[in-house]
């Protein structure tokens, strides 16, 4: 049994930083393809935010390129999202998964909030 615990979320002001982390529980013993973020505001779709594959590539979605910073540690199943330079828009729920094999999303964070002030 696999479980993602999230930390870092919290409250900061526009031109911040926040360290999101995404960790594994239990028995892990699972080859992973991809880990990453989700995020959702209130009255809006889930976006894709980051992933990062087993081989070490990336992909961000177009508004957090260039600020955001998507990281793992395969040793300690972990997954990270520096975010820097952040905005208002940035604000939601942010979400971990883990996909074990192509587009599964096998495994959820429980979600952690990030708030940024104007």
């Known amino acids: 049994q696999v479980q993602l615990v999230e930390s870092g979320g919290g409250l900061v002001q526009a031109g911040g930083s926040l360290r999101l982390s995404c960790a594994a529980s239990g028995s892990f013993f699972i080859s992973i393809t991809a880990m990453g973020w989700y995020r959702q505001a209130p009255g809006k779709q889930r976006e894709l935010v980051a992933t990062?594959?087993?081989?070490?590539?990336?992909n961000y979605t177009a508004s957090v390129k260039g600020r955001f910073t998507i990281s793992r540690d395969n040793a300690k199943n972990t997954v990270y999202l520096q975010m820097n330079s952040l905005k208002p828009e940035d604000t939601a729920v942010y979400y971990c998964?883990?996909?074990?094999?192509?587009?599964?999303?096998?495994?959820w964070g429980q979600g952690t909030q990030v708030t940024v002030s104007s």
């Open positions: 998964y883990v996909d074990k094999s192509t587009w599964t999303r096998d495994y």
């Open positions: 990062v594959t087993s081989g070490g590539g990336t």
